[in-house]
């Protein structure tokens, strides 16, 4: 069991960026015939993302292969910084994290495999999801109790949000 995370570390977070399959997804990835690939996200995942960008917390996504239903579910979230094909997570989050004039303990990393324990490792706090690789798993600091692409991303969101003082919108 990891010990849990102060209140003002969360607070303290500026950007909450993340893998996408495997975290945003349950990692399956549905290619057709004709080779249109689908994934399917989570609303609840969705809605967090959307409370924190109206809190002013920056998010972003670094996904290690490039896909169009990344691009689209990205857009219509309006996620200011879409990362793809990255397999280097560490060296894209420490770039993003020097745009933004951020440093390691004002951000959130969340990923489940073994190109994300770097950056897990790196990040103020990291998070990994029950079924992670064991890498990531032993890497995190928080191990969220809902799986990936079913509400994982947003149980890191209330946390930040929590300790921001932000209460859920009736």
Known sequence: MKALIPPARWA???LFAMDVD???TDGTIHVSSDGVETKT???LDGMGL???RKADVITAWISGRASGATSVRAEELKIPHLVQGRVDKITA???LAATL?????QIVYMGDD?????????AGIGVSVPDAMPSP?????YITRRPAGKGAVREVCEHILAARGHTPHA
């Not at 004039?101 to 303990?105: F, I, P, S």
């Open 101 to 105: 004039k951020l440093t390691a303990d």
């Open 93 to 95: 989050l420490k770039e």
């Open 114 to 122: 073994d190109i994300d324990t770097a950056a897990i490792a790196w």
């Open 137 to 141: 798993f032993t890497a995190a600091d």
């Open 50 to 52: 959307v409370q924190l």
């Open 41 to 43: 996200f989570s609303i």
């Open 22 to 24: 495997g975290i945003l």
């Open 12 to 14: 303290a977070i500026r």
